[in-house]
């Protein structure tokens, strides 16, 4: 039935002195993941055309989901300037999406000014003869169900009715790279999926304690980035698995328990910024929200934050967890969060976390064992894995332990 997608820019995309660079960007992405579809796109100033051919508009706009900056589509028809042929179309268009009553109205924008029409007459034209052959329709100029929209423009005239939202934000790898902490749970894809939508790309980072832990909360975590990179302008991200299970047990041997969350993320953040740095990453995103448990107080995220320099983005900082669930099912990831595998940090969770750490508390603790060169060399035996879409990797029953499978 419909001819082209019609897809909108994010209005401040077509402002001030980047958009050259938006633009540029949105476009190449587009392309890339239209990617074996036999579509066409017309890239013009504004907006841009997907011919659709013999493609369902569903999966185009199904792909288009994961892109950032876009700001709505709409399935159009399109024919040439001449009311009896914009008629003919409008009527093949709205018998075909209205079955009931509806309230209805026709809305004309004309660029092309060489046509010595009005807009108002154009709807007024047009109207009349749909009016007079689609059962269903009723005129409700103010608020009406439908709205009829005929869009002139030079190179021919666009016939839609709907809006379709796209995902918004800033076309993502615009604003420089961050380091995601992802955890198996359902807030940090969320933060990874906002700082994308906001116009950063982004690496991760996990801290696997493999083999104390299954090798199934690491599979856990790819493909919560699996899914992720479906938003990445080339549908890949990198992942870093940090060897976390010496320090993890080193911790756990010589930190009162009250202090092993505090102290494991510290150890957390430490290992973050030498990544971030060695990646050209210029900020840290972790999916705290504020107050949930113990670990996420202020005093717990000042006494955490406090061992880097770094920018920590906190996306989710003020969010309501039903929010945030929200989201993580808009995107798909809340299914795979909600399987059921420990990572280090569910691992031996102490039964009284402090509420109220204190930095001056934790550097008393950490003088008590010599944690640099574990440090060290778990930056040295991180493994770095490129996770793709287009490329699912499955590492049951690959082994025990993340070294052993990567080896
Ligand atoms: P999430 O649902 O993202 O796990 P959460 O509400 O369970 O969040 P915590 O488990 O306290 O909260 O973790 C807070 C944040 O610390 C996570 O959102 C994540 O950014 C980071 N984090 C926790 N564990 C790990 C890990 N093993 N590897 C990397 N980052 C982690
Ligand atoms: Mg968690």
């Known amino acids: 039935m419909y001819e082209y997608i019609m897809v909108r820019y994010g209005d401040l995309i077509l402002k001030g002195k980047n958009q050259h660079i938006f633009r540029h960007n949105i476009n190449n992405q587009i392309a890339h993941k239209m990617y074996g579809l036999n579509i066409d796109i017309e890239f013009q100033h504004d907006l841009i055309f997907i011919k659709l051919n013999d493609v369902d508009a569903k999966e185009v706009i199904d792909r288009l989901n994961f892109i950032s900056g876009l700001n709505s589509y709409s399935k159009t028809l399109k024919c040439s300037f001449d009311i009896d042929t914009i008629s003919q179309k409008a009527i093949e268009l709205l018998n075909y999406e209205v079955h009931e009553k509806t309230t209805f109205k026709v809305e004309t924008k004309r660029a092309d000014k060489s046509i010595n029409l009005k807009s108002f007459e154009i709807s007024n034209l047009v109207s009349k003869q749909v009016l007079r052959e689609v059962k269903n329709l009723v005129v409700d100029v103010r608020n009406p169900e439908k709205t009829l929209n005929i869009e002139v423009r030079n190179e021919g005239t666009y016939i839609f009715t709907d809006k379709i939202p796209g995902i918004g934000g800033f076309p993502t790898s615009t604003g420089g790279r961050a380091?995601?902490?992802?955890?198996?749970?359902?807030?940090?894809?969320?933060?990874?999926?906002?700082?994308?939508?906001?116009?950063?790309?982004?690496?991760?980072?996990?801290?696997?304690?493999?083999?104390?832990?299954?090798?199934?909360?690491?599979?856990?975590?790819?493909?919560?980035?699996?899914v992720l990179s479906k938003y990445a302008p080339s549908s890949k991200i990198k992942l870093h698995l940090v060897p976390f299970r010496e320090i993890h047990e080193l911790i756990l041997s010589e930190v009162q328990e009250s202090y092993i969350i505090t102290i494991m993320r510290r150890m957390m953040y430490r290992l973050a910024e030498m990544l971030a740095k060695k990646n050209n990453c210029k900020a840290i995103v972790s999916g705290d929200s504020i107050g949930q448990v113990a670990s996420q107080t202020l005093e717990?995220?000042?006494?955490?934050?406090?061992?880097?320099?770094?920018?920590?983005?906190r996306p989710l900082a003020a969010l309501d967890k039903n929010d945030i669930i929200k989201i993580a099912k808009k995107i798909k990831t809340y299914q795979i969060s909600n399987r059921p595998f420990s990572d280090c940090c569910t691992v031996y969770v102490p039964k009284r976390p402090v509420i109220k750490p204190t930095v001056e508390r934790a550097e008393i603790l950490e003088q008590s064992f010599d944690y640099q060169k574990y440090l060290k060399t778990a930056i040295k035996d991180t493994i770095t894995i490129e996770i793709n879409e287009r490329k699912p990797i499955n590492i049951i029953d690959k082994g025990f332990s993340i070294q052993e499978i990567f080896k």
């Open 300 to 313: 717990s995220l000042i006494t955490v934050q406090s061992v880097v320099n770094s920018l920590i983005i």
């Open 179 to 226: 380091m995601l902490l992802i955890s198996g749970g359902i807030d940090s894809p969320v933060a990874g999926y906002m700082t994308m939508n906001t116009g950063l790309e982004i690496e991760c980072v996990h801290f696997e304690s493999s083999p104390l832990t299954p090798i199934e909360s690491v599979q856990k975590v790819i493909d919560l980035v699996t």
